[in-house]
């Protein structure tokens, strides 16, 4: 039994796209961040065992990182991969693996264009997105019965010392305008500390971006995700585990299966 001290859930949060708005990604002009909940006992009983095993699966140690862009670009750890055989089975065991796997999915989505278009003084792309997912995190809780007062800890990949400060005083001044609980925290780590819950959501990032930036592509790992979201009693997504900023001609509605 773990301590009863810290919530029920942990969060890993990752990215996909640059968050900078100048100079701008003209074929990706989106920033991504996701947040992927799951509960801490089953995340130590179950998701870090299996995702171990699948590692040895396919390595001599459990010690390789998975890293979506590696993995998409058949390289480093990965090269294997460039086997169209060896890269059918890989796929298809990680697919199964994050569909076995219970977990949340909350997502913000930052239209970089659209928002230097509507505003004149922008947010930081990352720290408005991080704001979106927190206060879905705090409806989350809410709506799962859960008191805003235990513990409940945000791990993000650090980004370099500047970015992890700056993304800290963002945090620092959500909780001053009680935004979010004085309950959440955040903390940082590097993608090289293997941490298993940081790399489920490096493999959840791009496809929901990608889905957006190319909704009509088929979009497999989206698919696998679509069940994961965070969603109202209709299934609507929408605002709720998929928040896309600022709303544009055109913008989709989902639903959760």
């Known amino acids: 039994m773990l301590s009863q001290k810290f919530g029920k859930y942990l969060v890993?949060?990752?990215?996909?796209?640059?968050?900078?708005?100048?100079?701008?990604?003209?074929?990706f002009p989106f920033f991504g961040l996701v947040f992927v909940i799951i509960e801490r006992e089953y995340y130590a009983n179950f998701f870090v065992p299996q995702l171990t095993q699948l590692k040895l699966k396919y390595f001599p140690t459990p010690d390789v990182i998975l890293h979506e862009h590696d993995i998409r670009k058949a390289q480093g750890d990965f090269a294997f991969l460039s086997n169209a055989i060896k890269r059918e089975n890989f796929i298809r065991d990680i697919t199964e693996l994050i569909e076995n796997t219970q977990f949340t999915i909350i997502s913000a989505v930052i239209n970089k264009n659209e928002l230097q278009?509507?505003?004149k003084s922008p947010e930081h792309p990352y720290h408005?997105?991080?704001?979106?997912?927190?206060?879905?995190?705090?409806?989350?809780?809410?709506?799962?019965s859960l008191a805003n007062n235990q513990e409940s800890h945000?791990?993000?990949?650090?980004?370099?010392?500047?970015?992890d400060t700056n993304l800290n005083l963002a945090f620092q001044m959500l909780l001053n305008n009680k935004?979010?609980?004085?309950?959440?925290n955040i903390k940082m780590l590097s993608k090289i500390?293997?941490?298993s819950g940081l790399q489920l959501a490096d493999l959840?990032?791009?496809p929901i971006v990608?889905?957006?930036?190319?909704?009509?592509?088929?979009?497999?790992?989206?698919?696998?995700?679509?069940?994961?979201?965070?969603?109202?009693?209709?299934?609507?997504?929408?605002?709720?585990?998929?928040?896309?900023?600022?709303?544009s001609a055109g913008d989709f509605h989902k639903k959760a299966p």
């Open 193 to 195: 500390s293997n941490c």
């Open 117 to 119: 278009k509507q505003y």
């Open 204 to 206: 959840v990032a791009r």
């Open 128 to 144: 408005l997105a991080m704001k979106f997912c927190l206060e879905r995190f705090k409806y989350f809780l809410s709506d799962k």
């Open 210 to 247: 990608m889905n957006i930036l190319k909704p009509q592509q088929q979009n497999r790992a989206f698919n696998t995700l679509k069940s994961k979201f965070y969603h109202d009693k209709d299934g609507r997504i929408d605002g709720y585990g998929l928040k896309v900023f600022p709303k």
């Open 12 to 27: 890993y949060a990752d990215e996909s796209g640059d968050h900078l708005l100048k100079p701008n990604d003209k074929d």
């Open 154 to 163: 945000i791990t993000f990949e650090s980004r370099g010392k500047r970015e």
């Open 179 to 184: 935004v979010i609980p004085k309950s959440f």
